[in-house]
């Protein structure tokens, strides 16, 4: 085949290269070695496709390595080709000392290209600042040549600053979505499984984030599952830790005696200073539970009065109480948890009815008596109280001996009627209402006109006073209403205060065994005045409870704060009820056990739900807190503030159910019934669906809390990127 330009004149042979000799024997085009070769075969139609490797379209292309930059080369000059790698002594561009020719804003994208990218984008990026070219090193990585010649590492072979840097980067920039994926995680109380892959999938998409951004919107998906990847390793590896130090915690807890000291600090709060031994054990068992999230009131409750709670009802957490509720209502209606939670709610009836009657007893109540009777039998012993001491003084006065020798001045003695007459002046003294009263006036009127008469009689001896006293004293006795009782016991109390002052103050004779025996008749009288008679509201309160003016009904109401009188006043009345009583645990205890079961049952005697004796406690404690301060001890007090404490976790607030139990039961609902439809297939479904329902009510009743082993976020955060830094490049 003959050569197409042999014909076209030589003008001059081919120019040399630069820093190349010319051939030598070069003469003619024409006289090419290759001229006389045989052709084989013709072109080639098909056209040859690369992969797509350098950026191509799938064409085949030719990355030329070496020659000149043509930057250079447009503007018609030539130079010896670069080298196509660099050498080992190549510095890395990010070293303190490095001399590459970028400004500090350069050197900061190239960082974060370094740490969110890819060695070869950090050389490209360089080699465009520089308006050099990307080469490769000798262990496989990327490099830079400047335009200068001087050559650069994106990064040294093994560990140095740069991939600590670009580690701890790394790991600033995971740890918040770590954290974020934690947190969720622990909230929707996700297993292991789901924490591996949510992490997983949480550090991927932010490494894939990052990537983007520092690269132009370009994703290296690789970059991204090694990211994934160490994200889940780092949850699985993290869940391990937390687990075995949870486990090595626990039991140095439990050899340290730190447990039972925890014990007996919650218990003090309590207010039990010295709790029994299986109390003591049974609450350092539970002091691991309480660390985990438990209600230290379910792990008292369960402890001193048997209670049993779910896993809803003990936790503390209230977006964790509130899901697990909601779940264990939807079990509490299906078919196969409802006998588990029935069985529950008996259980803690039976032990609710057992506390309710033990505290009552302790208080000093009797067993099956209603308040009313409580009450009755209160204020009946204190009667009995005041009619033994007043027997006492009455018998002190008869039996002085010499009473013949004792007497007052009649001037004295003058006075008694008008006193007698004041003291009942808010009464309406008539013989038609009050008969006894009038009678009793009438008499005391007669018998000082008799002595005042008698000019003869200097003063009136003890033995007539007394008989005086005892004429007034049967009066009482036979006196034909309530009224007149409440009137003639006003006249007795006044005529033993005038007999007091006159023995005090107007004594004209007596033999000296005569008044030591009087002295003490008279203690016995003093000792009754202070316990049974005053001129105050809550003293008038206490003669009418033992005249019979006052009903044990309204002491109860005074108690519970349901009468007309203040808080302030209703204590003070239960004060001075205490004093009357000389605190006698009969009297003080029977009120105090009837105010409880005023609380704690209803009028029929049934114990109240666990509901309303919560309200009742909470009532009082916060309206009517110095009538409860008056009337129990601290120590009974905080018993029953106890009770109320461990029944508050079973009080349903709100209707778990309307959230996201009302779409799963409808849920299973539909399903049963659409199954239920089918022969066999129906019966097989219900029966699974109950078996299921069982085991899972079970475990919400008698599971014990166990410790949320999930990672810590910079466990995760940490191996993606050390990963990333490993195989990433």
Do not use: C
Request: cysteine-free; hydrophobic content about 40%; glycine content about 12%.
């Amino acid at each position: 085949m003959q050569n197409p330009w042999d014909a076209d004149e030589v003008v001059a042979p081919p120019p040399a290269m630069a820093g190349q000799a010319p051939q030598k024997g070069f003469t003619s085009w024409s006289t090419v070695p290759w001229e006389q070769d045989e052709i084989i075969a013709g072109p080639q139609d098909e056209q040859v496709s690369g992969n797509g490797e350098m950026g191509g379209t799938g064409v085949l292309e030719i990355d030329i390595v070496g020659g000149t930059p043509e930057s250079e080369a447009a503007q018609g000059s030539m130079r010896a080709p670069l080298p196509v790698r660099v050498g080992d002594e190549a510095k890395s561009l990010f070293r303190a000392d490095s001399d590459i020719a970028l400004s500090g804003g350069q050197k900061l994208i190239a960082a974060a290209k370094d740490m969110f990218g890819s060695q070869k984008g950090v050389a490209e990026y360089a080699a465009e600042k520089l308006g050099g070219r990307v080469v490769r090193t000798s262990d496989g990585g990327y490099g830079v040549i400047s335009q200068d010649g001087k050559e650069y590492r994106v990064n040294d072979e093994g560990l140095d600053s740069a991939d600590i840097g670009n580690v701890a980067g790394n790991i600033a920039a995971a740890f918040v979505p770590a954290s974020w994926a934690g947190r969720i995680a622990q909230a929707r109380n996700v297993g292991l499984g789901g924490r591996a892959v949510l992490q997983g999938g949480v550090a991927g998409a932010q490494d894939a984030a990052m990537n983007a951004a520092v690269s132009g919107g370009d994703v290296d998906i690789g970059r991204a599952a090694i990211s994934a990847a160490g994200g889940g390793l780092g949850e699985v590896a993290g869940t391990g830790l937390s687990a075995a130090g949870s486990k090595l915690g626990q039991l140095a807890r439990a050899r340290s005696g730190q447990n039972r000291q925890s014990a007996l600090a919650t218990l003090a709060d309590a207010g039990i200073q010295q709790p029994p031994p299986t109390m003591l054990a049974q609450m350092a068992q539970q002091a691991e539970q309480i660390r985990l999230g438990a209600d230290p009131r379910t792990a008292l409750g369960n402890a001193e009065f048997g209670f049993q709670y779910t896993q809803g009802q003990r936790l503390t957490d209230a977006a964790q109480k509130h899901a697990q509720l909601s779940r264990e209502e939807v079990l509490r209606q299906s078919p196969g948890g409802a006998a588990v939670f029935d069985g529950l709610q008996r259980n803690n009836l039976a032990r609710l009815s057992e506390a309710v009657d033990g505290i009552g007893g302790r208080l000093g109540g009797q067993p099956m008596a209603s308040p009313g009777e409580l009450v009755q039998g209160s204020a009946g012993r204190l009667r009995q109280q005041a009619d033994e001491l007043k027997a006492q003084v009455d018998d002190a006065y008869a039996n002085v001996r010499g009473a013949d020798t004792v007497a007052v001045s009649r001037d004295t003695v003058s006075a008694v009627p008008a006193r007698l007459q004041g003291a009942v002046r808010d009464f309406d003294i008539n013989p038609a209402t009050t008969p006894g009263a009038y009678r009793a006036l009438e008499q005391v009127r007669l018998a000082t006109g008799s002595i005042l008469g008698n000019q003869n009689v200097r003063g009136v001896t003890l033995r007539a006073l007394e008989t005086q006293r005892r004429i007034i004293g049967n009066a009482v006795g036979g006196a034909s209403n309530p009224a007149d009782r409440a009137a003639l016991m006003a006249i007795r109390r006044e005529f033993d205060g005038w007999m007091d002052e006159a023995i005090d103050t107007a004594l004209v004779t007596g033999a000296p065994a005569a008044l030591a025996q009087l002295k003490q008749a008279r203690a016995l009288r003093a000792e009754f005045g202070r316990r049974f008679e005053g001129g105050k509201d809550a003293d008038r309160f206490i003669t009418g409870m033992l005249d019979g003016s006052r009903t044990p009904e309204e002491l109860m109401n005074i108690a519970l704060g349901a009468s007309q009188v203040s808080k302030s006043a209703g204590a003070r009345f239960i004060a001075r009820l205490r004093t009357a009583a000389n605190d006698d645990p009969a009297v003080m205890g029977g009120l105090r056990a009837a105010h409880f079961a005023r609380l704690t049952r209803g009028n029929n005697g049934e114990t109240l739900t666990p509901g309303q004796i919560v309200r009742n406690i909470r009532a009082t404690e916060y309206n009517n807190a110095s009538v409860a301060k008056a009337l129990y001890t601290d120590a009974e007090w905080a018993e029953i503030r106890r009770l109320a404490n461990a029944l508050e976790p079973m009080v349903a607030k709100g209707d778990f159910a309307r959230t996201s139990g009302t779409a799963e039961r409808l849920q299973r609902m539909l399903f049963q019934r659409i199954g239920g439809s089918l022969p066999f297939v129906g019966e097989t479904v219900q029966a699974v669906g109950g078996v299921r329902d069982s085991i899972r009510a079970g475990r919400a009743v008698n599971g014990q809390m166990v410790p949320y082993n999930g990672a810590n976020p910079a466990l995760p955060a940490a191996t993606e990127a050390a990963l990333q830094e490993r195989v990433g490049d």
